[in-house]
């Protein structure tokens, strides 16, 4: 290995490591304040160093609180809504893309539409809409207002890597009399699986981190999701905030997991469709 490869391996993996630093220092940051008193954070100042000590204390605080079950309601929210979204949005997805009907740009201006109207500016009538059909206070409800926002998204992904299938392989099945349900569950969604990964990845974000919908539909409080329980600990007088930096930490983990699980299907899901071969 001659010297210019060496040098240039070495500036990468020191590149590399910057990024890895700067991109998990915050992480970092989050359990060093959770193994930090209050007394420490707002007097002698936060060590940069993990303090284990704190560790007993920190769990006894996050024991007082459910923590447990408001991740699993989270989980079922964000599920929910990807498992609808996905379904919905391949469905609506391979309409745009494979048929000609009246009304098509107008659809598609629909749900582009959406993307830009704040959350904030429809709580009112979904809140209306929720009494009326009974779904205030449940997890499903929360499911189906979080898809009103992610559907748009997965179905515009959707479309973008179904117009880059050749339609000669459609052809083919249906002379071979595949219907055309069969020919979108068998043969377009397996060739579009990155698109359908980062289709998931964006449904599963937003419906883990949705607040606004959470916190003004969920009144009881076994209901509550991760975000509306770590409001919950912002006190009027006093906020813990080892307690919420060890919260914020406990429900990070699962997501960053999920992530980097599926982290490589994403790039290539997110480009897909944007250039047809």
Request: aromatic share 12%; charged share 10%.
């Amino acid at each position: 290995m001659t010297t210019k490869k060496l040098t240039l391996r070495l500036l990468r993996y020191l590149l590399i490591g910057v990024l890895v630093v700067l991109a998990g220092f915050p992480v970092y940051w989050m359990a060093a304040t959770a193994l930090s008193e209050n007394s420490e954070l707002y007097g002698s100042g936060q060590v940069i160093w993990l303090q284990l000590r704190h560790f007993p204390q920190l769990f006894n605080d996050l024991n007082q609180v459910p923590i447990g079950l408001w991740l699993f309601n989270t989980l079922l929210v964000a599920a929910g809504g990807t498992v609808l979204s996905l379904t919905l949005g391949s469905l609506a997805g391979y309409a745009l893309s494979r048929f000609r009907f009246h009304g098509k740009g107008l659809v598609g201006f629909l749900l582009f539409v959406t993307q830009v109207v704040p959350e904030a500016l429809i709580l009112v009538p979904l809140y209306a809409m929720f009494i009326t059909f009974g779904l205030l206070n449940s997890l499903a409800g929360l499911v189906l207002a979080n898809v009103g926002f992610s559907l748009p998204v997965a179905c515009f992904v959707l479309k973008g890597a179904m117009d880059a299938v050749p339609y000669e392989i459609e052809e083919s099945a249906i002379i071979d009399n595949c219907p055309r349900f069969s020919i979108l569950t068998m043969i377009i969604l397996p060739l579009i699986m990155p698109s359908m990964a980062a289709a998931a990845v964006v449904s599963f974000f937003a419906g883990w981190n949705e607040f606004l919908f959470a916190s003004t539909f969920l009144m009881d409080r076994d209901k509550w999701t991760a975000s509306v329980g770590l409001a919950s600990f912002v006190g009027q007088y006093e906020t813990p905030m080892s307690a919420v930096m060890g919260a914020a930490l406990v429900f990070s983990i699962p997501a960053i997991v999920f992530f980097l699980l599926i982290q490589r299907k994403i790039v290539a899901g997110l480009t897909s469709g944007a250039v047809k071969g």
